[in-house]
């Protein structure tokens, strides 16, 4: 059965989300992320004397670390809801969308539960990630220049 | 210097997602395969490369980095390697993010318990 009937009125009643706040809201904790992570490499490389490559590694596993543990406890669902795009462009989303899909299936079991369903949504990120650097990496391969 | 630039950058994109993300039928996956590729397609001739080094850590946090570090992980192994490096080093650079990912969702999952 084809929803048209839900799709007219639907579209008649468009959502009234204020949608310059949207925009302020996802600019705002966007460039808190991106401060945060230029803090980070900044104060690994400081601290820990790790060089610049290193410190930029650990950062996104702390990002990722932190994303998982906050959506695993609940309350990074309601900062997406009200962030959107300022909190799932970044990799925080990445963990985001992993972490609560396997939750969500968890009852389902181990394997046919976390297992199958863990990349229900982070899959196209890798999926068109791989496709296309490999597609671009065949042309830059072609053309020659490597290097 | 390089903080407000990380500022302005990844506040930017995100704003700009979340203007078509508001004004449009696609959904946050279309828009993050959208931008993976993007971030690919930006390091084909090494743009994304210089502007990580002119933003700093502001460009190594949104999703384009993700299709940047493919990308530059599968030409820097087939310069090594020829035209197999490709397939080899695809996920040389993006492998920490992937495993880190796995990792903790898998233990989050174990430890904590869904909730609405």
């Known amino acids: 059965m084809r929803n048209t009937k839900y799709e007219k009125i639907a579209n008649r009643h468009p959502s009234k989300e204020n949608r310059v706040q949207n925009a302020l809201l996802a600019f705002l904790s966007g460039g808190v992320l991106g401060v945060l992570a230029e803090g980070m490499i900044e104060g690994f490389v400081f601290f820990f004397d790790l060089k610049?490559?290193?410190?930029?590694?650990l950062m996104i596993v702390v990002f990722i670390f932190f994303a998982s543990l906050f959506t695993a406890l609940g309350f990074f669902d309601k900062?997406?809801?009200?962030?959107?795009c300022g909190l799932l462009i970044p990799i925080t989303g990445f963990a985001h969308s992993m972490t609560s899909?396997?939750?969500d299936y968890k009852k389902e079991?181990?394997?046919?539960?976390?297992?199958?369903?863990?990349?229900?949504?982070?899959?196209?990120?890798l999926l068109y990630g791989v496709v296309s650097a490999w597609f671009f990496g065949m042309i830059r391969f072609l053309i020659g220049g490597i290097g | 210097m390089y903080f407000i630039r990380s500022f302005l950058f990844c506040g930017t994109l995100c704003m700009?997602?979340?203007i078509i993300l508001d004004n449009t039928k696609l959904t946050p996956g279309h828009i993050t395969s959208i931008l993976v590729s993007l971030g690919a397609f930006l390091d084909t001739f090494s743009i994304y490369d210089k502007i990580i080094k002119f933003v700093g850590g502001g460009a190594l946090i949104p999703i384009t980095s993700f299709g940047h570090s493919?990308?530059?992980g599968a030409l820097a192994e087939a310069e090594r390697s020829g035209f197999m490096g490709i397939?080899?080093?695809m996920f040389d650079l993006t492998a920490t993010?992937?495993?880190?990912?796995?990792?903790?969702?898998?233990f989050f999952t174990l430890i904590l318990k869904p909730r609405d």
């Open chain 2, 87 to 89: 397939f080899m080093g």
């Open chain 1, 52 to 57: 610049q490559k290193e410190a930029s590694t």
């Open chain 1, 101 to 103: 899909s396997s939750l």
């Open chain 2, 16 to 18: 700009i997602c979340q």
């Open chain 2, 70 to 72: 493919l990308i530059h």
């Open chain 1, 109 to 125: 079991g181990p394997i046919y539960g976390v297992g199958s369903n863990m990349f229900r949504l982070a899959g196209n990120v």
């Open chain 2, 97 to 106: 993010g992937i495993t880190a990912a796995i990792l903790f969702s898998f």
């Open chain 1, 79 to 84: 900062w997406v809801k009200k962030f959107r």
